[in-house]
Nanobody, 121 residues
Framework: QVQLQESGPGLVKPSQTLSLTCTVSGDSITTYPYSWGWIRQPPGKGLEWMGATTYGGSTHYSPSLKSRTSISRDTSKNQVTLQLSAVIPEDTAVYYC?????????????WGQGTQVTVSS
């Protein structure tokens, strides 16, 4: 059973960098052909795709967040990390990590429970 667990601070001040970690168990983040993505949901809004790192370590980002987003991985710990710089109150959201597969179209089959992040001074 694949399990994902997000962790990180629940409160971040404006202009700081948000850093979240996704710890994966039951699968390796280097397993072909999967990617490991980050998604967020602001209060009262829909899900927003942020980006992902592939089994080979490549990264892909949403164009709207690319200038502020960095996704990295630690294969020894089986972890994927999200960093979002220069945060603003509008970055307040529940942040999720998920496993991303491909079968003619992308699908997300395993999700973490999500972690609430509030941006406030």
């Amino acid at each position: 059973q694949v399990q994902l667990q997000e962790s990180g601070p629940g409160l971040v001040k404006p202009s700081q960098t948000l850093s979240l970690t996704c710890t994966v168990s039951g699968d390796s983040i280097t397993t072909y052909p999967y990617s490991w993505g980050w998604i967020r949901q602001p209060p009262g809004k829909g899900l927003e795709w942020m980006g992902a790192t592939t089994y080979g370590g490549s990264t892909h980002y949403s164009p709207s967040l690319k200038s502020r987003t960095s996704i990295s991985r630690d294969t020894s710990k089986n972890q994927v990390t999200l960093q979002l710089s220069a945060v603003i109150p509008e970055d307040t959201a529940v942040y999720y990590c998920a496993r991303v597969g491909w079968k003619g179209t992308y699908y997300l089959d395993y999700w973490g429970q999500g972690t609430q992040v509030t941006v406030s001074s």
